[in-house]
């Protein structure tokens, strides 16, 4: 936080970066603890650069459970996002096969400084108290939904 910057300023600037993206539990528990640093979407906006990605873990957790920042997204052929990027995406080569079947090109979302959250948000308090459903894959938040994005923010 810039000096002289309150926690609002804060949430109310970075309303305009930051997304809220379902990922399976397997995988968002390896994001957060650092593990898994690429992780690979058939799509993705490449205007998320630079966003907090908030994550919500998908069933049986169903919360939002922490969030990263969005260093870079690669859209490349998946051969390229294999080679340069198979290992910081924690996934096995069937597994990365079997996800990218029927397309040539994906994307790879660069991951950095995981934060945990100590009081997940669950998906009953994400419809109630923030107005939003789990995504299918991600959506962008706005300004409505600063108070989610300021949630544990350090």
Not at 55 to 73: C, F, K, M, Q, W
């Amino acid at each position: 936080m810039a000096s002289g910057e309150t926690q609002r300023a804060v949430a109310a600037r970075d309303a305009e970066k930051a997304l809220l993206v379902s990922i399976h539990s397997h995988y968002a528990r390896l994001i957060l603890s650092g593990e898994k640093r690429v992780e690979l979407r058939r799509r993705f906006d490449s205007e998320a650069a630079g966003s907090r990605m908030l994550i919500y873990a998908t069933s049986p957790t169903a919360a939002v459970v922490g969030h990263v920042v969005i260093d870079n997204v690669e859209c490349l052929s998946t051969d390229e996002i294999w080679r340069l990027y198979g290992k910081d995406a924690a996934i096995s080569a069937e597994d990365f096969r079997s996800y990218f079947a029927g397309v040539e090109d994906g994307c790879a979302v660069l991951l950095s400084n995981p934060k945990t959250y100590k009081e997940p948000v669950p998906l009953q308090d994400l419809r109630s108290t923030h107005g939003l459903t789990a995504p299918q894959s991600y959506i962008f938040l706005r300004d409505a939904h600063r108070e989610l994005i300021a949630h544990e923010q350090d």
